[in-house]
């Protein structure tokens, strides 16, 4: 008995590995080597040719006295502060809507999900456009109401404003999704329950809804979170490099991109995009800390 147990179990161990193996393999070739493939190029210094020479923390000192790298760091706070909670709450209402019974809801649903799928050139082309000072939509309707538009893509006050938006028009039916599903699985009898005490249908969302999703809106935060402060391709394609905003919109991943990419320094490059891995950990770390307070299991 005890033999066809042991047997038993080595074939669940056997097929459990054997079904992760394609994930595994592409986690470990696609991010844990290249991860400490950088972490190890951080610390060189290239010599030319491919070749790298020791150079400790040669790039970290050279990175922490770099006012590019701060104003970087600077940038990519502000566009994660301004873009974060206004995707967090317009995809949990765009979820509430979309998780009504009306005619025509998966119509509704795959047009708040078409900026998803829509190819990141084409959403930097047609938002390009729209932020046009001269000829754009939103100036134009601007002007009439006796609003004169701002240089949305070249003054650097607003720029990181205007790729903010884009982003949170890009990202709102994603994270919809996500909550749509976690409001699905809430029980229908709390809401019955509810409309028999009498309660009004904002009282049923602060009271049953939004506790009960937490879970799903905990995940969605922390994700956001990282997509945020990883924003690159908006910027690339939306601020040409003689955009006098440019300094005050790249982010440390298009800084990244500069350095190991353009300049050809990828040792320096490697030392930037580590800054930005402590980053994210600790913000995540801060997240899985505080979760407790707030999320129901």
């Known amino acids: 008995m005890k033999f066809k147990r042991k047997k038993y179990e080595k074939e669940q161990v056997m097929w459990g590995w054997l079904l992760i193996a394609p994930t595994l393999i592409g986690l470990l070739v696609l991010n844990i080597i290249p991860a400490v493939q950088s972490l190890v190029l951080s610390f060189q210094k290239s010599s030319g040719f491919g070749k790298?020479?020791?150079a400790g923390l040669a790039n970290y000192e050279r990175l922490?006295?770099?006012k590019e790298v701060l104003q970087a760091v600077i940038n990519t706070l502000i566009y994660t502060l301004i873009s974060v909670p206004f995707i967090i709450v317009l995809s949990m209402l765009?979820?509430?809507?979309m998780n009504q019974k009306i005619k025509g809801i998966?119509?509704?649903r795959t047009l708040f999900f078409l900026p998803v799928v829509a190819t990141p050139a084409a959403v930097a082309m047609l938002w390009r456009w729209l932020f046009n000072s001269d000829y754009g939509i939103i100036n134009h309707l601007l002007s009439k109401i006796g609003i004169t538009g701002p240089n949305w893509l070249t003054d650097p006050k607003t720029a990181i404003i205007a790729i903010a938006i884009v982003g949170i028009w890009s990202t709102v039916g994603y994270n919809m999704v996500l909550l749509l599903s976690g409001l699905q699985e809430i029980p229908k009898d709390y809401y019955e329950s509810a409309d028999i005490d009498g309660a009004s249908k904002l009282k049923q969302f602060f009271s049953i809804t939004l506790p009960l999703v937490t879970p799903t809106l905990f995940f969605v935060l922390v994700t956001t979170v990282i997509n945020s402060l990883q924003v690159f391709d908006l910027i690339f394609m939306m601020i040409d490099k003689t955009n006098p905003a440019l300094p005050k919109t790249q982010s440390l991943v298009y800084l990244f991109y500069k350095?190991?990419?353009i300049m050809n320094d990828?040792?320096?490059?490697s030392a930037i995009?580590?800054?930005?891995?402590l980053i994210i950990?600790?913000?995540?770390m801060i997240q899985v800390k505080i979760q407790k307070k707030w999320v129901n299991y």
């Open 52 to 54: 790298t020479t020791w």
């Open 281 to 284: 950990m600790v913000v995540t």
């Open 94 to 97: 765009a979820a509430v809507l």
């Open 106 to 108: 998966s119509v509704y």
């Open 259 to 261: 350095h190991s990419f």
């Open 273 to 277: 995009v580590m800054i930005l891995l």
């Open 266 to 269: 990828k040792s320096y490059g």
């Open 64 to 66: 922490i006295a770099d």
